[in-house]
């Protein structure tokens, strides 16, 4: 926040804005961010590049309420060495996908905390259509939604996530995650937990959803939903390992 758009871009002689560098960027380029907060609103364009912030709890990108905080579109594809780490997303205000849209991209989210962004239909955290990234180490929490998804919303696509929070999301439909539209999501090690509205987790049109060494707590008496809008021959599925349901599996899908 102390650099110039003038300036060489290096370490020691930094840019102000993070759009400005990936702008000046190449592809394979990894762009280091200092602690700071920027009002900015971040569109890679198809670049391939890494962005990494100092730390998520001080490297802020804060979309001020004037659209998506954050979009990554892969043009160029194989695009799975490539990361985005230590920011936290907020104040995001879209239609939908209000905190980042990431789409056609096997990049992984790491260390990031998507919070307090708002979709007015869909996905106020994160919208993944497409590709198979990865989220690893990320907290979304206190995003919504005026219809689904308050979290995260995953659409065509083979996503993972590991070690991650869902929390306080909602209280739209799907307030924690919604899987849909053939995906298929893996959640490793990661707790839903105090997510409000109606079914925190959802999937439908013929969706997967596999919960392996995770928690699903105290997110009221309905927290999973499967098959709304599929097709009945071919329903949407949920497949548990090793993972802690509140109230059983019996009292909590629907």
Known sequence: ??????????????FLTIQYAIDQAQNDDIIHVAAGTYVENINYS??????????PETTIIDGNQSGRVFVYNSSVGHDQDLRISGFTI???????????????SQITL????IKDNYAINNSGGVNVS?????????IVKNNNAGWAMGGIGFHQTNAKVLNSLFTNNGPCYGSAFAVWTGSNVELHHTTVVNNTGSLPIAAENNS??????????????????????????NPDTLNVSYSNIENGLDSTVY
């Open 208 to 233: 997967n959803i596999s919960l392996i060494n995770s928690v699903v707590w105290s997110n009221g008496d309905r927290q999973i939903s499967l098959g709304a809008g599929g097709d009945p021959s």
């Open 110 to 113: 790491e260390n990031l905390i």
């Open 130 to 138: 497409g590709g198979s990234p990865i989220i690893k180490n990320c």
């Open 46 to 55: 198809g670049k391939y590049i890494s962005l990494v912030g100092e730390d």
């Open 90 to 104: 907020q104040n995001g205000l879209h239609d939908n996908a209000a905190g980042m849209l990431i789409e056609n």
């Open 1 to 14: 926040t102390n650099g110039n758009n003038n300036n060489s871009g290096v370490l020691t002689d930094p």
